[in-house]
């Protein structure tokens, strides 16, 4: 056994060590009816609950027994920035076959976990959980149980990332959550969806992938019948999926909220409780005297749920959660005429200007609130801007001088808190006027998923004299080709984020996108700021809803580099991620782990293709992609001999606009292959407001030509699409044969409509009419 890292400084182990081995390995696990490739934590998945004491000093072993490089990030735990376990920014990989030592001081209490950071293996089955014990029990139970939630897919997660890139419904289709037109009309809401197509926009999403199964506690559902009538049980649920997002809804009666990511709250009854991934909460519940009490955890979309199950005798059922109206939605976002399809990826990512983006994009509150709706003698008491989670919470001023000390070394003894009158109607007017906009049509969609249910003990505000660094991330995504970014910058192309020690650094994440993000920043607590000002709570991961602002601030007491990123791990892998960075010296240690490994890890190459086996014609389309380039192979072969092939490099200027250069091959006499004519072309592809995809180009002929596509799904499954081309020649280089009355010029017409009824995620039945190959049927393969 090979142990590496060394801990590169001498000290006493504290006599108060636990002390853990976790061994990684690879295994055939069936989870879902089939047995599918996997990696256990101890031949288990979950891996095994890791407890320690508050004060105490933890010392963990990670073995790799795999054939591939790995890495343990315990997940919201305050520790040496050497260990927090990101590879390549913070901590070396640990390579097949090496054992990895990480030790580090316990400064909390709480429920947290672990999890992988190496590429896409947290979904193949590398997390567990973690149990810190408090010096002093403050609550009152009889017991606990820990309740790790996870999804399961028995796919390949990264033919699943892979089946993203290339944008296929079927996930959506599988899971039916797609909008097919059909419905849409039906319900009325055509008009909805011509403003989403302008915007570039298919439809209102919740989830992106579909999972074979929901587990707790790597079951679909478990019982613990060994709790007895009247027994109070601490639930510690934490949420280790990979892209999933459960509502938690609780039989019988209101279960009482005490903690959240680790830490205490204001004790709340609270049944219906949005988890976000990398979340963690805490419910004291008490079995009931007959009955056993079912906890529910909903995905968020409705497509599926997992229970567990407390005490004996007949079920007492959770409440059920409706399955979101994707229709609706689209309907209600239509009204309030949001702009949508920020860029996730920028023509020049060096020139963020978040402002700028923030100004253009997203719900422009300043045009759309109806100002005779409002109380003018309020709104001139404030002049904040109409986004209460935006608001800026103002500090109370006071003589009050004890020191109380946070997760992040807040120091309260610097804090003034009485508030005067002008403060106090400041505040109230920024209410009243949060107030007004929840009634604004459509404001009520994402209101569920705020946070003012949460209230810290203490209070976490800082000092008003602390100097102050305000950051502006838009959370920015592109679903066709599944690229995510801040600021329309993806990882792969962004600068660290520089972070001032001895400043408060005071996020604004701006989300301009459809979907929900949950932003965890490793190393530190920030408060997430809400309705209970100062006393708004402290949380290592926040969720981020569509279209939505929320404001998070943390003090600069840390040292090197720290990982921020969305914990949809597709997300992530797509981009969404940066470096915060105290631009303190990088650890010695790391020497030959170059951070670009990290950084160029969300630029991989996908590769997918797909072949058409008809009647009249045979097809392929053979496609490599990452960020800005792509290599595409497009053949078409039609048993009347008539040909087209062509081979082209293309380049992402940003999202919906890049150039490419390629040779095309075709056949110059109708229906003989005897000459081929081999042309360059240059030009550009473009997709359309419509999503129509466009391309305009020049051949080494110089016969301009443009082609333009499109596909719908007019039903469930099944899809309409049609492409039209013309090409023209003005005889530039080529004598023109004579025809009719002008000898100068010639225009050829080829196009093709169909329709296609979706099998499986790899095949299709497909109809076809092209004017070069005629009509015929026959079935799509997808690779």
């Known amino acids: 056994m090979v142990v590496t890292m060394a801990t590169g400084y001498s000290q006493e182990i504290p006599t108060d060590t636990s002390t853990y081995t976790l061994t990684l390995k690879q295994a055939m696990v069936s989870k879902a009816g089939k047995p599918v490739a996997a990696m256990t934590v101890n031949d288990g998945i979950p891996g095994p609950t890791?407890?320690?004491?508050?004060?105490?000093?933890?010392?963990?072993?990670?073995?790799?027994?795999?054939?591939?490089?790995?890495?343990?990030?315990?997940?919201?735990?305050?520790?040496?920035?050497?260990?927090?376990?990101?590879?390549?920014?913070?901590?070396?990989?640990?390579?097949?076959?090496?054992?990895?030592?990480?030790?580090?001081?316990?400064?909390?209490?709480?429920?947290?976990?672990?999890?992988?950071?190496?590429?896409?293996?947290?979904?193949?089955?590398?997390?567990?959980?973690?149990?810190?014990?408090?010096?002093?029990?403050?609550l009152t139970y009889d017991s606990e149980l820990v309740v790790v939630l996870s999804d399961w897919t028995n796919q390949k997660p990264h033919n699943v990332l892979r089946n993203l890139k290339r944008?296929?419904?079927?996930?959506?289709?599988?899971?039916?959550?797609?909008?097919?037109?059909?419905?849409?009309?039906?319900?009325?809401?055509?008009?909805?969806?011509?403003?989403?197509?302008?915007?570039?926009?298919?439809?209102?999403?919740?989830?992106?992938?579909?999972?074979?199964?929901?587990?707790?506690?790597?079951?679909?559902?478990?019982?613990?019948?060994?709790?007895?009538?009247?027994?109070?049980?601490?639930?510690?649920?934490?949420?280790?999926?990979?892209?999933?997002?459960?509502?938690?809804?609780?039989?019988?009666?209101?279960?009482?909220?005490?903690?959240?990511?680790?830490?205490?709250?204001?004790?709340?009854?609270?049944?219906?409780?949005?988890?976000?991934?990398?979340?963690?909460?805490?419910?004291?519940?008490?079995?009931?005297?007959?009955?056993?009490?079912?906890?529910?955890?909903?995905?968020?979309?409705?497509?599926?749920?997992?229970?567990?199950?407390?005490?004996?005798?007949?079920?007492?059922?959770?409440?059920?959660?409706?399955?979101?109206?994707?229709?609706?939605?689209?309907?209600?976002?239509?009204?309030?005429?949001?702009?949508?399809?920020?860029?996730?990826?920028?023509?020049?990512?060096?020139?963020?200007?978040?402002?700028?983006?923030?100004?253009?994009?997203?719900?422009?509150?300043?045009?759309?609130?109806?100002?005779?709706?409002?109380?003018?003698?309020?709104?001139?008491?404030?002049?904040?801007?109409?986004?209460?989670?935006?608001?800026?919470?103002?500090?109370?001023?006071?003589?009050?001088?004890?020191?109380?000390?946070?997760?992040?070394?807040?120091?309260?003894?610097?804090?003034?808190?009485?508030?005067?009158?002008?403060?106090?109607?400041?505040?109230?007017?920024?209410?009243?006027?949060?107030?007004?906009?929840?009634?604004?049509?459509?404001?009520?969609?994402?209101?569920?998923?705020?946070?003012?249910?949460?209230?810290?003990?203490?209070?976490?505000?800082?000092?008003?004299?602390?100097?102050?660094?305000?950051?502006?991330?838009?959370?920015?995504?592109?679903?066709?080709?599944?690229?995510?970014?801040?600021?329309?910058?993806?990882?792969?192309?962004?600068?660290?984020?520089?972070?001032?020690?001895?400043?408060?650094?005071?996020?604004?994440?701006?989300?301009?996108?459809?979907?929900?993000?949950?932003?965890?920043?490793?190393?530190?607590?920030?408060?997430?700021?809400?309705?209970?000002?100062?006393?708004?709570?402290?949380?290592h991961t926040v969720n981020v809803p569509p279209m939505q602002k929320i404001t998070i601030e943390f003090e600069g007491t840390e040292e090197g580099d720290w990982f921020f990123h969305c914990h949809v791990l597709y997300h992530m892998m797509g981009g969404m991620a940066r470096v915060f960075s105290y631009d303190t010296p990088r650890d010695p240690r790391l020497k030959g782990f170059p951070l670009k490994k990290l950084l160029h890890e969300t630029d991989g190459l996908f590769n997918w293709g797909t072949a058409e086996v008809s009647s009249q014609m045979l097809g392929l389309n053979l496609m490599s992609s990452n960020i800005r380039n792509q290599l595409n192979l497009n053949l078409e072969y039609g048993y009347n001999q008539n040909f087209e092939a062509e081979v082209s490099y293309e380049r992402y200027l940003y999202d919906y606009f890049r150039v490419f250069a390629g040779v095309n091959m075709e056949n110059e006499i109708e229906e003989s292959l005897d000459e081929i004519s081999t042309t360059a072309v240059v030009g550009i592809r473009f997709l359309t407001p419509y999503l129509f995809n466009l391309d305009v180009r020049m051949d080494s002929k110089l016969r301009p030509e443009f082609r333009i596509s499109r596909e719908i799904m007019v039903f469930p499954r099944t899809t309409i699409f049609a492409n039209y081309e013309y090409q023209m020649d003005f005889g530039w280089t080529d004598t023109l044969p004579e025809s009719g009355e002008n000898s100068n010029y010639k225009g050829e017409t080829t196009w093709s409509a169909g329709a296609s009824y979706i099998l499986s995620r790899n095949f299709s039945l497909m109809g076809l009419y092209d004017n070069r190959f005629g009509a015929g049927g026959g079935l799509t393969v997808r690779f």
Do not use: C
């Not at 090496?98 to 293996?121: D, R």
């Not at 994009?361 to 003698?377: L, T, V, Y």
């Open 167 to 539: 944008g296929n419904e079927w996930y959506n289709i599988r899971k039916g959550t797609a909008t097919p037109l059909n419905q849409v009309i039906s319900r009325g809401g055509f008009s909805a969806q011509l403003n989403f197509w302008k915007q570039r926009m298919e439809s209102a999403d919740i989830a992106d992938i579909y999972y074979n199964a929901f587990l707790n506690n790597g079951e679909t559902t478990t019982e613990y019948p060994d709790f007895t009538p009247g027994e109070k049980v601490r639930v510690r649920f934490i949420n280790g999926s990979a892209s999933s997002q459960f509502w938690l809804t609780f039989g019988g009666k209101n279960p009482m909220l005490v903690s959240a990511d680790g830490l205490d709250v204001v004790p709340i009854d609270h049944n219906k409780t949005f988890i976000a991934i990398a979340e963690t909460y805490d419910f004291i519940v008490t079995i009931p005297q007959q009955g056993k009490l079912e906890i529910r955890a909903t995905v968020q979309d409705g497509s599926g749920q997992t229970s567990t199950f407390l005490g004996k005798g007949d079920i007492i059922s959770a409440p059920d959660v409706p399955r979101p109206d994707k229709i609706d939605m689209m309907m209600k976002m239509a009204k309030m005429d949001m702009k949508m399809g920020a860029p996730a990826m920028k023509f020049k990512p060096s020139e963020e200007k978040p402002k700028e983006m923030m100004d253009k994009w997203g719900m422009q509150m300043d045009d759309k609130m109806n100002m005779d709706d409002m109380d003018h003698s309020r709104m001139e008491k404030s002049d904040m801007p109409m986004d209460h989670s935006k608001m800026k919470m103002e500090e109370k001023s006071t003589s009050d001088s004890s020191k109380k000390t946070t997760m992040q070394g807040m120091d309260h003894s610097k804090m003034n808190h009485d508030e005067s009158m002008d403060k106090s109607m400041e505040m109230k007017g920024k209410m009243d006027m949060g107030a007004t906009m929840d009634k604004m049509p459509g404001m009520d969609m994402f209101a569920e998923y705020n946070y003012n249910y949460l209230k810290s003990p203490e209070k976490t505000s800082f000092p008003t004299d602390e100097p102050v660094n305000e950051v502006l991330l838009n959370l920015t995504g592109n679903m066709w080709r599944y690229i995510w970014s801040m600021n329309g910058v993806p990882l792969a192309e962004a600068d660290k984020i520089k972070i001032e020690s001895g400043k408060v650094t005071r996020i604004t994440l701006n989300n301009l996108t459809m979907m929900h993000h949950p932003m965890h920043l490793h190393g530190h607590f920030f408060r997430v700021i809400n309705d209970k000002g100062e006393y708004s709570p402290l949380k």
């Open 50 to 138: 890791l407890r320690f004491k508050e004060g105490g000093y933890a010392v963990i072993y990670v073995k790799n027994e795999m054939d591939e490089e790995t890495s343990v990030h315990w997940h919201g735990i305050l520790l040496p920035n050497f260990f927090d376990g990101v590879p390549y920014l913070t901590t070396p990989p640990i390579k097949p076959g090496e054992t990895q030592k990480y030790e580090f001081p316990l400064k909390q209490a709480g429920t947290y976990w672990y999890h992988s950071h190496t590429m896409l293996q947290e979904q193949s089955g590398v997390y567990g959980s973690i149990v810190i014990e408090p010096k002093e029990e403050t």
